[in-house]
């Protein structure tokens, strides 16, 4: 199975698209009121299918509450909101660490300083849905096998019911950083990243909710790097143009074996046209009437490397439209029959009548 990554290089760019509400949009750190969560006391249903987290319970020392027997963190709905590209069901923790679909949330920073959460929150039905999704984080910055408390640093209940209003997200998937303190230690240690539709959690990380996910990581291993950038970064062109842009792998990270246009964009619509050849989108803008502006766009991506983990991005784009054309020749109006003009002399009266000549200004 694929494994996809986030690229850290480039979140800083990706996430001023996200200020334009192309893909969602940027949200710095905050704590929410701890309120209306989910208690230790709700009732446990056996023999459902729910999204469970699989962090190890009771096992080589450690009691992350993860098993229905727990209380463990679990999400009843996972079709309304989840993490990352795909989500599992199961009738209890798959233990341990055998979630196959844990594809949502990245954690980057130093230890003892500012650090950043990633969540990819994908939704299923963008521009229509109502309702607050929260994200969650939870670290086992002391390393004593469970979730709770603090170290010298950080409190291991990291990010606390950071609230997403899901009705202005208009992309199925959205990227949301969320700034937090990281414990003393980063590495070789269990984390939580959840996310809960209308319900807040506690810091216990147990206990039933109606829709979301759960997912547990154990940062126990060396990261390689997989780091893609689109060249050039934006694309720039003008309405009615086309250009091109590369997908190249950084220096420093693992080759790219392939890259695809990702299957939720479609490659032709009426304001452009994506066409791709190898690792590079052609993107032709058709011509549109309309005021001066600067329109953002993009081009969704997925990468593939050769040791077969890949991730997905996406380029933007801006393109320029130009004002239409304002100034229009009006005709002279023309005359629907001969002037005639009347002039009294003596008594009498002698009208004239004038030619019509088309193009000649009338004499003062």
């Known amino acids: 199975m694929t494994e996809f990554v ?11 698209l996200l200020v334009l509400g192309f893909v969602g949009y940027f949200i710095s750190a905050n704590i929410a009121n ?6 230790d006391k709700q009732p446990k249903v056996v023999g459902a299918d729910f999204d469970f987290g699989d962090a190890p319970d009771g096992s080589q020392g450690q009691n992350f509450p993860s098993l229905l027997s727990s209380n463990g963190a679990r999400t009843k709905k996972t079709d309304e909101v989840w993490l990352g590209q795909a989500v599992t069901v199961e009738r209890d923790s798959k233990q341990v660490d055998k979630d196959e679909n844990d594809d949502g949330v990245k954690l980057v920073g130093p230890s003892c300083k500012q650090s950043s959460a990633y969540f990819f929150v994908h939704i299923k039905n963008p521009g229509k849905m109502t309702g607050t999704a929260y994200l969650n984080l939870y670290a086992d910055w002391n390393k004593d096998g469970r979730w709770g408390g603090q170290d010298e640093c950080g409190t ?35 984390f939580r990243g959840a996310v809960t539709l209308d319900q807040q959690m506690n810091e216990t990380a147990t206990g039933e909710f109606l ?47 392939s890259v695809a246009l990702s299957t939720l964009v479609k490659p032709d619509n009426d304001r452009r046209k994506i066409t791709q050849n190898g ?73 004239e009548t004038h030619p019509i000549q088309e193009g000649i200004p009338a004499q003062p």
């Open 6 to 16: 986030m690229n850290q290089k480039l979140v800083a760019g990706v996430l001023g």
């Open 279 to 351: 690792n590079s989108f052609t993107y032709k803008s058709k011509k549109v009437d309309g005021p001066r502006r600067d329109e953002p766009d993009s081009i969704p991506y997925s990468v593939e490397f050769t040791d077969g983990v890949g991730w997905w991005d996406w380029c933007p784009v801006i393109v320029h439209h130009d004002e239409p054309p304002t100034t229009i020749k009006r005709p002279l109006p023309i005359p629907s029959k001969a002037p005639s003009i009347e002039t009294k002399s003596g008594g009498s009266t002698k009208t």
């Open 156 to 190: 291991e209940w990291a990010v606390q019911n950071f609230a997403v209003d899901v009705s202005k997200q208009t992309e199925e998937i959205a990227l949301y950083q969320v700034l937090f303190t990281a414990g003393k230690n980063t590495r070789e240690i269990w």
């Open 211 to 257: 829709s979301g996910e759960i997912e547990d990581w154990n940062l126990t291993e060396t990261p390689k790097d997989y780091f893609s950038y689109c060249d050039p970064n934006p694309l720039v062109l003008n309405h009615g143009d086309e250009k091109t842009v590369t997908i190249k792998a950084d220096p420093l990270s693992q080759k790219i074996k």
């Open 34 to 39: 701890k309120q209306n969560f989910s208690t």
